[in-house]
């Protein structure tokens, strides 16, 4: 059902998860507002967008039981599974562009993107028209792997897109090229199956290509096509592909945009992309993300886990589960339930946690039973397990994310609370008080 982009809106549409709104939509705010409504709840597919013949879909994976679905595993098997892929990615395989959709329809000349596709505005205060979903992918000169990842990405002008590139690794492969005098070369990627998308937000030491992380999340090759216009290679069942390149030494106003914290990123001089070429399917269907809703949210927070799972178990083995949670913007707050087993493991597990990744701002530490995707049962382990005094830590001055608005450019305290029962506590003193019989019981028996 998760093979490609139209499958899964096929399955979602099967199973009553598909809102199709025939009204039609403004792409100012009205879209996204929309689309925000059913955040969490459906996918929404807009058929009439202003006067556009092309539609719109938003919200493919809103859940976290939407992902586990996608990988064909319930919610606890998404870390465990997403973890393997990444250690152990398959070749894409090549298919000619007579066998690739995407190659329906090949625009090189006056390419105009708001005449294109309906490229909505998302936020109040946004500079402008943004693609948010596009899969960026970039190719390494020297190794010729691939790189995947999501950026923002501005209409700054009918062919050109202003792009954010924060210092990881197509901003890497950029500089390389821009200190070289050259343009990186880049395609986008619109309207993908949503194991290919979550795969594109792998935190992978660099030269690994993310659609190969796909391939083996999906258990068999991805297939992938040729770039008209760029030595690039591109899902083949995608929706939508803009070809360009990165181009050196230019920089233009990009900003500000809503982002996931529910802030507004600055405006500044930000890298200019140049299409080329644009090639899309029959009929194509154009995909937005709208900013800090559960979907942008879960897509960062869920390989997140998977890395930061791995580090803890490298302290704390006996780590049972990590959450990233949409109130802590599935960034900044991590919470860990561990198997106690030496006194002082609560701690360690939480200065695993906060050296894991500089955007981790708070961590809880919680025993195994505590559930920790239900936020009041971790409100409830730290409002009957911790005390300040003896299970706090705090550490001053470290390096966090330059979008949370309380740090001095990035530089804050971290915090973390370890909420685990002292091992040698009496044993009634924590036992949790349990009817017997209560989970058997179903209410259809008893009222009529
Ligand atoms: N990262 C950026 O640097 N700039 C962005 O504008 C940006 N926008 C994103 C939008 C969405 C909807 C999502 C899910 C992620 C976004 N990210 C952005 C995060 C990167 O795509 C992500 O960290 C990725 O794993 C980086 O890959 P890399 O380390 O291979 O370059």
Request: negative net charge; charged residues 25%.
């Amino acid at each position: 059902k998760a093979k490609t982009f139209r499958t899964w809106l096929e399955y979602l549409e099967s199973v009553g998860r598909l809102a199709v709104i025939g009204k039609k939509v403004g792409l100012e705010f009205e879209l996204a507002a929309v689309a925000k409504k059913l955040d969490g709840k459906k996918a929404v597919y807009f058929t009439q967008v202003e006067e556009y013949t092309v539609p719109v879909v938003s919200g493919i994976c809103s859940t976290r039981e939407d992902f586990a679905e996608a990988l064909d595993t319930d919610p606890y098997g998404i870390i465990p599974k997403f973890t393997k892929a990444v250690d152990s990615p398959v070749p894409c395989r090549h298919v000619e562009r007579e066998q690739a959709p995407v190659k329906e329809n090949i625009i090189r000349e006056n390419i105009d993107l708001m005449k294109l596709f309906p490229i909505p505005v998302h936020h109040e205060k946004d500079s402008g028209n943004y693609i948010t979903a596009g899969l960026f992918i970039v190719r390494d000169p020297v190794t010729r792997k691939q790189n995947v990842s999501i950026h923002r990405l501005q209409v700054s002008g009918k062919d050109k897109l202003g792009a954010l590139l924060l210092p990881r690794h197509t901003f890497h492969l950029y500089k390389q090229a821009e200190e070289e005098g050259r343009p990186l070369e880049c395609a986008i990627v619109i309207g993908v199956d949503p194991v290919t998308l979550l795969a594109s937000q792998a935190s992978t030491p660099f030269g690994v290509d993310e659609l190969e992380i796909a391939s083996a999340l999906r258990g068999e090759p991805l297939e992938v096509v040729r770039c008209e216009t760029v030595d690039i290679d591109v899902p083949a069942y995608a929706e939508i592909v803009l070809e360009g390149k990165i181009l050196p030494h230019v920089r233009e106003p990009e900003g500000p945009f809503g982002e996931f914290p529910k802030y507004y990123g600055p405006r500044s001089d930000k890298e200019v992309v140049q299409i080329t070429a644009v090639t899309h399917r029959n009929h194509p269907i154009f995909y937005t993300i709208v900013p800090a809703g559960y979907e942008h949210l879960l897509l960062g927070g869920i390989p997140r886990e998977a890395s930061l799972f791995q580090s803890i178990r490298q302290t704390v083995p006996t780590v049972k589960a990590v959450h990233m949670s949409p109130g802590g913007t599935c960034r900044y707050h991590a919470i860990v339930s561990i198997k106690k087993r030496n006194e002082g493991e609560g701690k360690n597990a939480i200065f695993a946690a906060l050296a894991n990744s500089f955007d981790i701002k708070h961590v809880v530490v919680v025993d195994e039973e505590v559930d920790i995707f239900n936020m009041e049962e971790v409100e409830w382990a730290i409002a009957t397990r911790f005390q300040a005094e003896r299970d706090l830590v705090v550490i001053h001055g470290a390096q966090g994310s330059k979008l949370d608005p309380s740090t001095d450019n990035g530089v804050g305290s971290k915090m973390g609370l370890d909420c685990t029962v002292p091992l040698n506590s009496e044993p009634m003193r924590y036992l949790r008080i349990r009817i017997p019989g209560y989970d058997e019981i179903h209410l259809e028996d008893y009222i009529s």
